[in-house]
């Protein structure tokens, strides 16, 4: 089985940041593993290790957040273990039944979670298809907060440099440009993929 590995950066607009992901394609999985850094709301670093089973369904979010406590004199760490087995979610070993039945969690300030949604219904490849609607785990930066998250993804059309998907979560709507792996390109006043 061909093992696809890539390496994308991301300017995080609204955190004056930058994240980082190192990924492995393997058949319909997806590991991942990334770093990102930010000033707003307070300055921050993350660390994340992101492992799916089949057809990208998210097993396993590890996040470790680094923010200022006290100034300079201080650090304050926080962790976060989000699990998913077969569709019973646990943070931190408990078990948190409001978030059974999704397939995904979604980490702020990291784009690369839009891509598992996109990589399981071809959603890249399909402009037009209609609308698809999802239950998330919703991980907060920096405080890790963990709530369920409804979102719908509807594909538009190829234009650019890829495939423009409508994202939609309550009142918010954001047009993200995906490339041909299904990886953010563009999110709209969120992230934009810096190219060398």
Do not use: K
């Not at 707003?40 to 670093?45: A, F, S």
């Not at 979102?151 to 939609?168: D, E, H, I, K």
């Amino acid at each position: 089985m061909i093992t696809h590995r890539i390496v994308r950066t991301w300017e995080v607009l609204p955190h004056d940041g930058y994240a980082t992901a190192w990924v492995e394609l393997t058949g319909r999985r997806l590991g991942a593993r990334g770093r990102a850094v930010g000033l707003l709301p307070e300055p921050y670093w993350v660390t994340y290790t992101l492992e799916t089973g089949e057809e990208y369904v998210t097993s396993r979010l590890h996040v470790t957040v680094d923010t200022a406590e006290g100034g300079v004199a201080g650090v304050a760490t926080r962790s976060l273990d989000l699990r998913n087995d077969g569709g019973r979610w646990t943070v931190d070993g408990t078990h948190r039944p409001d978030l059974d039945g999704a397939l995904d969690c979604d980490l702020g300030v990291c784009p690369l979670t839009n891509t598992m949604p996109v990589l399981r219904h071809d959603l890249h490849r399909r402009p037009g298809s209609g609308p698809h609607d999802f239950l998330m785990a919703w991980v907060s930066v920096p405080d890790l907060a963990v709530s369920a998250n409804r979102q719908t993804y509807t594909p538009l059309a190829r234009g650019g440099q890829g495939t423009r998907v409508r994202f939609s979560s309550g009142d918010f709507h954001s047009d993200i440009e995906f490339d041909e792996r299904g990886l953010v390109l563009d999110y709209p006043e969120l992230a934009t993929a810096l190219t060398r």
